[in-house]
């Protein structure tokens, strides 16, 4: 089953904070670089600018942030960090995150796509190079760069079709979650029905 992105607007930053905050440590060290403590975590949620910047992510039937990737845009480059929650790995979510955001990066005129990470960090590595990124390590870091063509009718097309995907995406879990909330409610006992003491009629 192919992965579904979707990119985030200003009102989910909360959701992206509790994905973030669901890291453990190691995890934490090898998306930032260090092993960031909750507070720092929030912090780097807050500073986020979405007028400026993109935010990515894949939803569980739960609507809970499983995979996110930030792209932060600068002068002539934009940086990409990737995070997917453990049990969710191995499932192609890295990928299709990186490969939303390169696309959404050639579309804003952006002619380098840039990652930096631990050079331990084999996973975003594994993915950088699947995607054609150029990789040099020193001290223990890691740049991977990625030249983007120019924008073009097919590349702004792919992205107004996987971003309609989303959206479908994201409603359908909505009404299926809504749904199965209500069924739960409708099946679940009446508080303080059974036959305890306070409803004895003898």
């Not at 500073?47 to 996110?68: K, M, N, P, Q, T």
């Not at 959404?104 to 952006?110: L, Q, S, V």
């Not at 890691?142 to 097309?157: E, G, K, M, Q, R």
Request: with cysteine; net charge neutral; aromatic share 6%.
């Amino acid at each position: 089953m192919s992965v579904v992105t979707r990119e985030l607007t200003r009102a989910e930053r909360g959701a992206l904070e509790r994905h973030l905050l669901a890291l453990d440590a190691e995890d934490r060290r090898l998306r930032f670089g260090v092993a960031l403590a909750d507070q720092a975590v929030r912090d780097y949620a807050a500073r986020i600018d979405f007028s400026r910047d993109a935010v990515f992510g894949v939803f569980d039937d739960d609507l809970r942030l499983i995979g996110a990737a930030h792209l932060a845009r600068a002068e002539g480059y934009a940086e990409l960090g990737v995070s997917v929650l453990p049990g969710q790995r191995d499932r192609g979510m890295g990928g299709a995150l990186l490969e939303r955001a390169r696309i959404h990066a050639r579309n804003w005129g952006i002619r380098t796509l840039f990652v930096h990470c631990l050079a331990e960090n084999g996973a975003m590595l594994h993915l950088a190079r699947r995607q054609g990124m150029r990789v040099a390590t020193e001290a223990g870091e890691a740049d991977a760069y990625l030249d983007l063509a120019p924008a073009d009718p097919a590349s702004i097309a792919a992205e107004l079709l996987a971003e309609r995907v989303g959206l479908f995406d994201f409603a359908l879990k909505s009404q299926f979650l809504a749904a199965r909330r209500l069924t739960d409610a409708l099946m679940r006992p009446a508080s303080g029905a059974g036959s305890g003491p306070g409803n004895s009629r003898e």
